[in-house]
């Protein structure tokens, strides 16, 4: 019996952890909630990486809703790159997960500001909670890189 609830123990904890975590933080003793920060990499942008940090729970019924994100330049930004994204206002989904059993999802969207040079990346999740959409933004400046184009400024000297 005690090897069976080791085994159940040891593949639960397996399930729980993924290749993109890179920390995890507990909440407590008494309580069965963590702060995962995972990495995620855009396919598409390669030069950028972000972390999300969310509260996660295996054995709980709890909305995790609560999350935030940071993005960065890790890499190279070309102007190929920028050139094969979404550029309109709604921008694309890079990433999404599945964050509980109410059917609730966290979505990470890119969304191009051409006028101020900037990637910008809005982590959110798919259903209401208490009365507001929980969400996230964090921005990647092209500034300094080979894709930094001079923006076209209407009316300035």
Not at 34 to 42: G, N, R, V, W
Not at 53 to 71: G, H, M, R
Request: net charge negative.
């Amino acid at each position: 019996m005690k090897k069976l609830w080791l085994a159940a123990v040891c593949s639960l904890a397996l399930v729980a952890c993924s290749d993109d975590e890179v920390g995890d933080v507990s909440l407590g003793m008494f309580t069965l909630k963590d702060i995962k920060i995972s990495k995620l990499e855009d396919d598409k942008i390669p030069g950028v990486t972000c972390h999300v940090a969310s509260i996660e729970a295996n054995l709980s019924f709890s909305d995790p809703s609560d999350s935030s994100i940071a993005c960065r330049q890790t890499g190279e930004i070309t102007p190929a790159m920028i050139a094969s994204i979404d550029k309109s206002s709604s921008g694309e989904v890079v990433f999404t997960k599945s964050k509980s059993i109410f059917f609730k999802t966290m979505k990470v969207r890119r969304i191009y500001d051409a006028d101020n040079q900037t990637l910008m990346y809005l982590s959110y999740t798919t259903k209401e909670t208490e009365g507001s959409f929980k969400h996230s933004l964090s921005t990647v400046p092209l500034w300094g890189t080979d894709a930094y184009m001079e923006p076209n400024r209407q009316g300035q000297p």
